[in-house]
């Protein structure tokens, strides 16, 4: 398969081993955008410059974006599949114990400082080896970056004498990426020792070295992180932006107009596949940088106060119905607005932009808007563009979708409890009448005996002169009884041979324990000092 085009085998391992061995949500969010960035770069989703990592192209030629490029790129499937899983397991430790802040600047630093080793490795290896072809080898990946993630998280393991486990054998955890990088270099001739060995030499200089120590000095703490509080608003305002500038490979850039009127006057029997296309595809066109700013100001003053209550789920669940459905909504109505009136004069010449499917969030916003706040102000403020004419029906038809989606959202997730709760056995009076000790707890609002401060005093003065029978049975029982002890067990003739001159004791743990209470009995020459009625009465009172 070529790549970029078809996802191969390491992208569905990669999948695989993100949802079901380590958890999306498990992964802290600066290690999963590095993760979803690598992966949409190799997919050609996002275009980089074609480079690798070479000693003389920087040294010589000073292109310094080598420094970076390389290390996210990748060559085949199963390279890139090794290696964010691997960044998987390592950031989700790191960033986890320096806080998302400084674990993208270290990500960042390491990044270059890996690449840097990498060069200086590869003149000084051309010096000793005599070796000039050691400074035009070429290398990319995210591998040499690892190595220097591991000697940083050994660094912070609390236990100096941890070990982990090579093929079977227990090695202590300082010396284990030494092994992995010779490891590595025999099961993978091909990988690039010298990128995997500059991520080492990266590593310990920023461990030992005072780079490390001034990150610590910056007022972060371990919970801060640069990333929004809305990921999913980031991630759709860069599509937007990436689709109107052309930043998507093989797509062109979505501007200017659309004769989206020409199409919704087209008779059915003539309307091509093209044409409708355009017309879905037309919430995505802007008409210029300007109308673009707006609208994505729009769509953030609403979006930060709908993930942030909805989710991430289900907020890009209503985004995505807003767009389809004021779409469809727009199509809908425009054609039978035109068959029933016969005229087009609600259909303008061009309708473009996200403002139709912005007014269906809308509604949405102002439902989830608990207060008087800056959004819900700004929504109401901005109802004033119906009052433009030219796209009126447009807007109209984002309103009939958001009313659309919370009948839709409220028919199918919302659920109500018919009665507060049910007792469990027979309700009734007289001698049929439930037990109070029998009812289930946690129901609240149940018909029947309801709860009040003088029933609760009423239980708790129970419960206090229960406790206070039973300790006094107990004292009772250990002191104010006579008993007759049984007589210790004879010895036995010839048990213990004459060469035993001392006799073992009967109970080596200590001495004798005192003999059973007189409320059982032993045998029946025995005596007892209560009658069976009063041990029975002593234990109902003890045990209620």
């Not at 018909?447 to 004292?475: F, I, P």
């Amino acid at each position: 398969m070529r790549r970029g085009r078809i996802p191969e085998l390491g992208l569905f391992l990669l999948g695989y081993q993100m949802i079901q061995k380590i958890g999306v949500t498990n992964i802290p969010p600066v290690t999963l955008s590095a993760i979803i960035i690598q992966v949409a770069i190799y997919l050609q989703f996002l275009v980089v410059p074609r480079l690798c990592l070479s000693g003389a192209s920087i040294w010589s030629d000073g292109e310094y974006l080598r420094l970076v490029v390389p290390a996210i790129r990748h060559t085949h499937d199963l390279h890139l599949y090794y290696n964010m899983v691997s960044l998987a397991w390592k950031g989700l430790v790191l960033e986890r114990r320096v806080g998302s802040v400084k674990f993208l600047l270290t990500l960042i630093v390491l990044t270059v400082m890996s690449s840097t080793a990498y060069v200086g490795l590869a003149l000084l290896g051309s010096d000793l080896l005599g070796d000039p072809s050691l400074m035009r080898q070429c290398a990319i990946g995210f591998s040499g970056v690892l190595f220097a993630m591991k000697v940083v998280n050994n660094q912070y393991q609390q236990d100096g004498n941890a070990r982990t486990s090579y093929f079977g054998f227990l090695i202590p955890m300082k010396y284990a990426v030494w092994v992995e990088l010779v490891v590595i270099q025999i099961v993978v001739p091909n990988s690039s020792f010298m990128g995997h060995l500059g991520g080492i030499v990266a590593g310990l200089i920023y461990v030992k070295g005072p780079i490390n120590g001034l990150l610590s000095l910056l007022p972060m703490s371990s919970s801060s992180s640069i990333l929004p509080s809305t990921p999913a608003t980031l991630l759709l305002t860069v599509c937007q932006s990436c689709l109107h500038f052309g930043l998507v490979p093989h797509l062109p850039p979505l501007s200017g107009c659309l004769p989206t009127r020409q199409h919704m006057t087209a008779h059915l029997t003539r309307v091509s596949t093209s044409q409708i296309q355009s017309m879905f595809a037309a919430p995505f066109h802007h008409l210029s940088v300007f109308h673009l700013v707006i609208n994505l100001f729009s769509f953030w003053m609403k979006s930060r106060k709908l993930e942030t209550k909805l989710g991430v789920l289900r907020y890009s669940a209503a985004v995505i119905l807003s767009v389809l459905g004021t779409s469809i909504a727009y199509i809908s109505l425009g054609r039978l607005w035109m068959e029933w009136s016969g005229s087009t004069d609600h259909l303008p010449h061009c309708v473009v932009g996200l403002s139709g499917p912005l007014f269906a969030l809308k509604v949405i916003t102002i439902k989830n808007s608990d207060s008087l706040d800056l959004t819900l102000l700004f929504e109401l403020a901005e109802l004033a563009i119906l009052v433009e004419k030219n796209s009126r029906f447009y807007h109209f038809s984002g309103l009939v979708t958001g009313v659309f989606i919370l009948c839709f959202s409220k028919r199918f997730s919302g659920h109500s409890w018919s009665s507060a709760g049910q007792r469990l056995g027979r309700l009734g009076t007289g001698e049929n009448h439930q037990p109070n000790w029998t009812r289930s707890w946690g129901y609240a609002g149940q018909n029947g005996d309801t709860y009040t401060e003088s029933s609760q005093n009423v239980q708790d003065y129970e419960m206090e002169e229960a406790l206070e029978r039973s300790r006094q049975t107990h004292e009772s029982e250990q002191y104010g009884r006579s008993y007759t002890p049984s007589a210790p067990p004879e010895e036995e003739v010839g048990r213990f041979p004459d060469m035993v001159r001392a006799r073992p004791p009967i109970y080596p743990y200590g001495i004798a324990p005192p003999p059973p209470g007189p409320g059982y009995r032993i045998d029946s020459s025995h005596s007892r000092s209560l009658t069976d009625d009063e041990l029975r009465r002593r234990r109902l009172e003890r045990f209620s």
